[in-house]
């Protein structure tokens, strides 16, 4: 039931991340906008335990995963400008 979750918040965090950084290189399907919020937040979690903000069994909550997938949305930018 956990991967359902992941997969359902994913989604959710994803959609956030689209509708408060748009732009014309953003990924778009549920595939893709799932896979956004899920590395968000894995990305949140990571530099939250680097900066020290949560111990090493800590995840990043709701807003921490938006915000790690507004910095994914942007380095998506980058690539896909490039490409």
Do not use: C, E, K
């Not at 906008?33 to 995840?59: C, E, F, K, M």
């Amino acid at each position: 039931m956990s991967i359902i979750w992941t997969i359902i918040i994913g989604f959710i965090v994803g959609l956030i991340a689209r509708f408060l950084s748009p732009g014309p290189h953003n990924p778009s399907g549920f595939i893709l906008t799932t896979v956004l919020g899920i590395v968000g937040a894995a990305l949140a979690t990571w530099l939250g335990q680097q900066i020290g903000w949560y111990s090493p069994g800590d995840r990043a909550g709701f807003i921490g995963a938006i915000i790690g997938s507004i910095l994914v949305l942007m380095i998506w930018r980058v690539f896909a400008r490039s490409a």
